[in-house]
């Protein structure tokens, strides 16, 4: 496996390595067993971070799965993507808190302007936990220009024009 360069200044809740709350997650890429690239990190529910005692807060689980769909879009689509339309997200049984979860994500299909694609959360013996399916477009720099938003180099180096 090898670990995705993020750059320190990356703001993100999801994966900024210095977000002062942030969940830091860290992802690597990585073959599945089936020869599929697909997207990894590991990821340890905190005790601040539970909805139900003992249990990973849903929006926390939600945000795990839809950061491993973007870092999926972004390294196995080989530039950036944005998220549109509609976002499947399941929770068969929530992360535990303390224990070490495993979140994975892989392109499920592909189109030259649109990417599917499928997280999924595990326990550490291979439980599932849940998942979600989310379709992503190309990000523009002419659209990001339009809306007025300021974005960093290394995000703009990834985009279309």
Known sequence: MQELENPPENPCFGCGPEHPRGLRLRFYEAM??????EVRATFVPQPDEIGWPGL???GLHFTVLYEASY???LTLGGKLWISRGEITYHA???????????VVARIDQTAADELLVRAE???SSGRGCG????????ASR??????????PPYLLSEMDL
């Open 32 to 37: 599945s067993e089936s020869g599929a690239k």
């Open 56 to 58: 990973f807060h849903h």
């Open 71 to 73: 870092w999926a879009a």
């Open 92 to 102: 068969d049984r929530l992360p535990r808190v303390g224990k070490t979860h495993i």
């Open 121 to 123: 959360s595990s326990d």
């Open 131 to 138: 998942s979600l399916a989310s379709r992503w477009r190309p």
């Open 142 to 151: 002419t659209a990001v220009e339009r809306a007025g938003i300021t974005l």
